[in-house]
């Protein structure tokens, strides 16, 4: 996949951008870049499909709910990832102009990315990418959030189908806040890691 326009367009809004071929090569820059700090993941299938969790522990403390530490609670590692120094996020969708969705639940990837930490990864696959911001949203409402849904196993229409999302009020919905970063916000010292590979949903 080309991605010199959404490269472009993303350095446009002020983020710094990289490049990678395949999450591999993309987790080992991580790696050589996240040293000796403070490292908090937000709920991620990318991140958990390049092992992130794992490289990134060999040299850093990792605070991840999904991966928690020998006794470590689920209350401690949100807590870790709120006050790391980094944070890792992956995206629902994004378009080729560069705006930037996700859909959270609880709400603690959508707050993270946006202020607080000395500096933010924003990992997408190429799955991820859509033509325009209405797409993007599309394909993060009917793809992303019925996958995941699925994935936890949710009482929820799109979980029992995985076809779309049906807009649903019901008490299991996951989809309570929509984020979209229009350009980089002021606060946040923010890279999009592009990844030439399918990653996540
Ligand atoms: S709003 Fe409801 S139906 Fe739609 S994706 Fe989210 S959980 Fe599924």
Not at 78 to 91: D, E, F, K, P, Q
Not at 190 to 195: K, N, T, W
Request: hydrophobic fraction near 40%; charged fraction near 20%; include cysteine.
């Amino acid at each position: 996949m080309d991605f010199s326009t959404i490269k472009a367009n993303l350095e446009k809004k002020g983020y710094a951008v990289s490049v990678f071929e395949n999450g591999t090569s993309a987790a080992q820059y991580l790696a050589d870049k996240i040293k000796n700090t403070t490292v908090g993941i937000g709920g991620s299938m990318t991140a958990r499909q390049m092992n992130l969790f794992e490289i990134l522990s060999a040299e850093n403390d990792v605070n991840w709910h999904w991966q928690l530490k020998e006794g470590q609670s689920a209350a401690q590692a949100y807590a870790g990832a709120r006050n790391a120094a980094v944070y890792i996020s992956s995206v629902n969708g994004i378009s080729e102009k560069g705006e930037i969705i996700n859909i959270d639940g609880t709400g603690n990837r959508v707050a993270e990315t946006i202020y607080n930490h000395e500096k933010v990864y924003l990992l997408v696959g190429k799955n991820k990418i859509a033509p325009d911001f209405e797409k993007a949203m599309w394909r993060a409402r009917n793809i992303a959030s019925p996958k995941n849904a699925q994935r936890i196993g949710v009482a929820t229409p799109c979980a029992a189908k995985g076809d779309k999302c049906y807009d649903c009020n019901s008490p299991a919905r996951i989809c309570r806040a929509f984020l979209t970063f229009m350009e980089k916000p002021n606060g946040c010292n923010c890279e999009v890691v592009l990844i030439n590979e399918e990653l996540g949903y």
